[in-house]
């Protein structure tokens, strides 16, 4: 296959294993973290991928130490401010899932002015999973969908895959809710929750190196290793 993906999922993993190895506190692996978020979503733009979905903070990630908490709103407020100028030149589209309304006021704030800014982006939209579960996403379209039909307005029958994405946080994307490729830095094989339905046919890579060192090169060789995969969505 010699296509690139259209929409392109990311777990960032290893930033705590990375900073720990050097000596580090913790956070000091977030903060060169949200260096590679800048580089990779710059070079995402570049090859023309139109959605990447990355993966900042999942519903499990509360019960972590207050402090290190404070330090991931900060840098995600800061990417936002440094960044809005280029993303909007560069026609890119911000979005959030996830349970937003739990993020600190502040940054709730920010977020949904940056949103505001670059609503007019078409070129690649770029969404940020923010206390996100995949499993409470399920479940919220299952309820949305028994609502429906509890007033009336949707028979049983009526419930097809089409209709369930509908109710899904990933809807704004369209088509491309599907994802093609996803990706989870520092050699973890797991998927934890993250964008289960929406992956049913993704292509997966799982590259060793930590999240503060998974440069635009890395990245490069993770999207042709996509290229060469075949897939078949259950066909032959
Ligand atoms: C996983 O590493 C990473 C996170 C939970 C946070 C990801 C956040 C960033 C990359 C920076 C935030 C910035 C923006 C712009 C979204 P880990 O801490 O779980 O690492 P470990 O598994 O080695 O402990």
Redesign the pocket.
């Known amino acids: 296959m010699n296509q690139s993906p259209r929409h392109v999922a990311i777990?960032?993993?290893?930033?705590?294993?990375?900073?720990?190895a050097r000596g580090y506190p913790?956070f000091y692996?977030?903060?060169r973290?949200?260096t590679?978020?800048?580089e990779i979503v710059r070079e995402a733009h570049r090859v023309g991928i139109q959605a990447l979905t990355?993966?900042?903070?999942?519903t499990e990630?509360w019960k972590?130490p207050a402090e290190?908490l404070t330090v991931?709103w900060k840098?995600?407020r800061?990417?936002?401010r440094r960044?809005v100028i280029e993303l909007k030149r560069n026609g890119v589209r911000l979005h959030m899932i996830g349970e937003i309304n739990r993020l600190p006021q502040d940054a709730q704030r920010e977020l949904r002015a940056a949103m505001e800014e670059l609503k007019d982006g078409t070129k690649l939209h770029l969404t940020?999973a923010?206390s996100y579960g995949a499993r409470t996403e399920i479940i919220e379209a299952a309820k949305a969908l028994a609502n429906e039909c509890v007033q009336g307005k949707l028979t049983v029958d009526q419930i097809t895959e089409q209709e369930f994405e509908k109710h899904l946080s990933t809807s704004f994307l369209g088509e491309s809710a599907e994802v093609d490729f996803m990706i989870r830095t520092?050699g973890?094989k797991r998927i934890s929750n993250y964008l289960l339905w929406q992956s049913s046919y993704a292509e997966f890579d799982f590259p060793e190196v930590?999240?503060?060192d998974y440069s635009v090169e890395e990245f490069r060789k993770s999207l042709e290793n996509f290229k060469n995969r075949q897939r078949r969505f259950g066909g032959i």
């Open positions: 777990i960032m993993d290893g930033n705590g294993r990375w900073a720990k913790r692996g977030h903060i973290g949200t590679r978020v800048r990355l993966y900042a903070f999942s990630n972590r290190e991931l840098l995600l800061k990417y936002i960044e940020f923010l520092s973890e930590l999240w503060p």
